[in-house]
């Protein structure tokens, strides 16, 4: 896997959130040899959940040494992952963010609950998308 890429996804999921979320919200690049899995990582929101932060997986970036490209799958409720059809392999890792960035097909990050929602039951679109796009206005 060429650490070019490895890095690039990292910076990617540094950028996603704002310095003063951080104690709230992380999006994190898991490293394996073949794949690269993206979490949105919480901060415990109740004391008797303990002191660890949630982990809950959004895209898996997978790479294929032989044809030197990537392919992008997504995770449904079950925790399993699926290929994602709308875009092909690609030997750019930059496109598979840009998809996952635009989210055309609402899969990656779910749509926002209503206003107020949040209480972990729900899988509402990320903070940080939110958090980003009233912080531009």
């Known amino acids: 896997m060429p650490e070019t890429d490895v890095a690039r996804v990292r910076r990617w999921c540094v950028q996603r959130v ?5 104690d709230q919200v992380r999006v994190e690049c898991e490293v394996t040899p073949r794949h690269l899995t993206i979490v949105e ?5 109740r004391a008797d959940y303990g002191r660890e932060w949630t982990r809950f997986p959004i895209a898996r970036l997978r790479y294929t040494k032989t ?3 990537w ?3 997504w995770r449904d409720r079950n925790l399993r992952f699926h290929r994602y059809d709308p875009l092909i392999s690609s030997d750019r890792v930059n496109e598979l963010l840009d998809e996952i960035d635009h989210d055309p097909t609402g899969i990656f990050w779910v749509d926002p609950c209503p206003q107020g929602i949040d209480d972990r039951a729900h899988r ?10 009233a912080r531009a206005r």
Do not use: D, I
């Open 18 to 22: 704002p310095e003063q979320a951080l």
């Open 41 to 45: 990582r919480r901060a415990p929101w």
């Open 67 to 69: 044809t030197r490209t």
């Open 71 to 73: 392919s992008l799958f």
């Open 124 to 133: 509402c679109r990320s903070f940080v998308p939110k958090y980003q796009a």
